[in-house]
């Protein structure tokens, strides 16, 4: 009897459920209905319903493998289908989203070992899953901040081009107070500058600590750091 | 009057035979050569040792060997795989890829080539999942990599040209696209955002555009040489390889999300002659 009771508060809160998310609840109960749902639907379906990714696997950063692929406001906002760009109030929301969550170092933006930061700078491998796991756990300086993979840097290794050239960076701009706030901001959430953009939040999304970031400002505005020369 | 038509009358002729290329029994650097000719890409034309190198394709080896493995009765019922239909009915190879992924009445499902072959391989042929033939997906001395190749080889030259008539394949090309765009994980990346533009790189590899079919008919014209890896490797190769460079979970070989991100990429190709087997970086 308490047994029945249960299934029955188990079915009503399923088909409850299945409801609030738009599926038919008969097809729900046996095989999705593929091609009564919306693409966004049948997406969201497939990632995490269908069998499709190891979702179960632990993550470098604590959890598992299933919360890289639920997405937070920000990464929903910047989902054009298509590629488009996002339309002015998302752009607006999004830049406000990024705006909060820059935390300043306590003691204000301090620059670190040009050296550290020129590896951390060329190191892409951190954080990845599946069937090479990345191991940062161990490495001296860390995971890495995957900057070449998109900027040219300094001249003596070859950057990527899906962000700009950041050669003479320091020597360029200075070392002013505003423009370390503005580096250091653009590096810890660059949605607050760009919205949208195509690079990591490399902050706010814990890939690089505080110290990490020092040595990669450091890298970028150091006389001696070969960026500048 | 007569002078305007005369001078677009170039126009017209130069147009109409870049239309009319006949890709079809070019080898495949030709076909990558008269794309590079055409686009100027310098994603298409970032290695001219590889293409140096496409006569000579390792790859071949794999597709004489799977020519040989089609057609010799194996597994538990020692059937061949001439009875495997692969969307133009039973042993038509010619053109099958290219038409893929799409829609299997006899299953329910919308179907890869690999997830095709996995089923002919068990159904026809009675091989277990776990069997070594079915279960060994990657790399040059697979079984399966061998099938893939020659399969895929006999539509080198035709355009890609996956079906949408039937809901389904609609249904899943639609939702790989909302993939392809779909940004998550401790990177923020999907699948646009190295995909989306023409001409950028990752260090010094050049990327290909998802918009601009004719790079985009190389990006998915697997099973390809990789020359970084000596391996042949398959669409699902390239897809986990992508995934994992993207921090996000393994996807696994075969399964619905694959087969609707190769869905929406195959489309994205579409017209474009299939380059067949192709060698990569």
């Known amino acids: 009897m308490l047994n029945t009771s249960i299934k029955k508060t188990i079915v009503a809160t399923t088909s409850l459920l299945c409801l609030l998310a738009g599926v038919n609840v008969a097809q729900a109960e046996g095989k999705p209905d593929i091609v009564g749902m919306s693409p966004q639907q049948l997406a969201e379906h497939l990632i995490f319903n269908s069998g499709s990714f190891k979702l179960d696997q632990a993550v470098q950063e604590g959890g598992v493998t299933r919360q890289r692929l639920e997405q937070d406001e920000l990464q929903t906002a910047c989902s054009v289908v298509g590629g488009g760009k996002a339309d002015t109030n998302t752009a607006v929301k999004v830049m406000n989203m990024a705006r909060d969550s820059i935390k300043l170092p306590e003691g204000g933006i301090k620059l670190g070992d040009w050296k550290i930061g020129r590896e951390l700078a060329w190191s892409g491998f951190g954080f990845r899953v599946g069937h090479n796991n990345d191991d940062h756990s161990t490495a001296a300086n860390g995971p890495g901040g995957n900057c070449y993979n998109c900027h040219q840097l300094a001249t003596d290794r070859t950057g990527g081009n899906i962000g700009p050239a950041l050669t003479g960076y320091g020597k360029a701009r200075g070392s002013s107070e505003a423009i370390l706030k503005y580096t250091y901001e653009v590096i810890y959430n660059p949605h607050a500058y760009f919205p949208c953009t195509h690079m990591p939040r490399i902050g706010a999304n814990g890939i690089l600590t505080n110290e990490q970031i020092s040595h990669i400002m450091a890298y970028l505005f150091d006389p001696e750091s070969p960026v500048n020369k | ?281």
């Not at chain 2, 140096?52 to 790859?59: G, L, R, S, V």
């Not at chain 2, 080198?156 to 079906?163: Q, V």
């Open chain 2, 1 to 281: 009057m007569l002078k305007k038509i005369l001078y677009i009358m170039p126009l017209l002729i130069g147009s109409g035979v870049a239309n009319a290329t006949d890709y079809e029994g070019m080898a495949p650097e030709e076909i990558l050569q008269t794309l590079i000719d055409k686009t100027g890409s310098s994603y298409l034309g970032q290695s001219p040792q590889n293409l140096q190198m496409m006569p000579d394709n390792p790859a071949y080896w794999l597709v004489d060997e799977g020519e040989a493995l089609f057609s010799e009765p194996r597994g538990p019922k020692q059937v061949s795989l001439e009875e495997c239909d692969f969307g133009k009915g039973p042993g038509v190879l010619e053109g099958a890829y290219a038409e893929l992924p799409r829609y299997f009445a006899d299953v329910g499902k919308v179907m890869d080539l690999e997830a095709r072959l996995v089923h002919c391989m068990t159904t026809l042929q009675g091989f277990d999942k776990q069997d070594a033939p079915v279960k060994t997906r990657h790399g040059s001395s697979s079984d399966f990599m061998k099938l893939q190749t020659y399969i895929a080889a006999q539509s080198n030259g035709i355009a890609w040209n996956p079906p949408m008539d039937h809901p389904m394949e609609k249904a899943m090309r639609d939702a790989g696209e909302v993939m392809f765009y779909r940004r998550s994980g401790p990177m923020d990346f999907s699948c646009q955002t190295c995909h989306g533009d023409t001409g950028k790189r990752i260090r010094a590899s050049v990327l290909p555009n998802v918009n601009e079919p004719e790079e985009w008919t190389k990006a998915i014209s697997w099973p390809s040489e990789r020359a970084g890896q000596l391996n042949v490797r398959s669409s699902q190769h390239r897809l986990r390889g992508c995934l994992w460079q993207m921090r996000h979970p393994q996807i696994v070989g075969g399964s619905d999300a694959s087969i609707a991100l190769i869905s929406y990429w195959t489309d994205a190709a579409r017209g474009q002659p299939a380059i067949l087997p192709d060698l990569k970086r």
